[in-house]
T-cell receptor, first 114, second 116 residues
């Protein structure tokens, strides 16, 4: 089955700096890669996703890049703010049949210091 | 309505109790999911329903029994749980608008369960 590795497990940055979280996946058939943000005591919320036919996607301060050959994808947050502090999970899945399973990375605790 | 809702928010139960968790969505989504999340861990998939039929059971113990009465509702019946089942139980849904295509899953706020 799919295996998703996520690094780093914790990341501390100063407000205004950039933050990068990296994930690698094992199943070359995976073609959908969402990123979820989970604040303490809250639900996971989708912040951005990318499909395998696209190499990069950007939404304001958040961007995701995908390298299919190397089987890795990354989340980039620019101009970080204290409200960006949360746990971030990457995930991977593949389409087809009844395969709705998201395989999550272990998460990255991002702390943005004011 | 663009949210997945879950009740109750918190639940404390003894090992001999029977309780149910409820999940509801009115987005017309046809896939619904139950996840279990332990502290500082990612969500773990338990069950998937597509078009009100159980399509995935991730080898979950029989003390957890899912039910999908209709396309908007998903229940999780709990019986004879163990203390290690204490966790945040998350419901999610996705549209199933594109046959065979993976789609965004939208999560509910969860039920925080404590088994004594």
């Amino acid at each position: 089955g799919e295996n998703v590795e996520q690094h780093p497990s914790t990341l501390s940055v100063q407000e205004g700096d950039s933050a990068v979280i990296k994930c690698t996946y094992s199943d070359s058939a995976s073609n959908y890669f969402p990123w979820y943000k989970q604040e303490l005591g809250k639900r996971p919320q989708l912040i951005i996703d990318i499909r395998s036919n696209v190499g990069e996607k950007k939404d304001q301060r958040i961007a995701v890049t995908l390298n299919k050959t190397a089987k890795h994808f990354s989340l980039h947050i620019t101009e970080t703010q204290p409200e960006d502090s949360a746990v971030y999970f990457c995930a991977a899945s593949k389409s087809g049949g009844s395969n709705y399973k998201l395989t999550f990375g272990k998460g990255t605790l991002l702390t943005v210091n004011p | 309505d663009t949210e997945v809702t879950q009740t109750p928010k918190h639940l404390v139960m003894g090992m001999t109790n029977k309780k149910s968790l409820k999940c509801e969505q009115h987005m017309g989504h046809r896939a619904m999911y139950w996840y279990k999340q332990k502290a500082k861990k990612p969500p773990e998939l338990m069950f998937v329903y597509s078009y009100e039929k159980l399509s995935i059971n991730e080898s979950v113990p029989s003390r957890f029994s899912p039910e999908c009465p209709n396309s908007s509702l998903l229940n999780l019946h709990l019986h004879a749980l163990q203390p290690e089942d204490s966790a945040l139980y998350l419901c999610a849904s996705s549209p199933l608008a594109l046959a065979g295509a993976q789609e965004t899953q939208y999560f509910g706020p969860g039920t925080r369960l404590l088994v004594l």
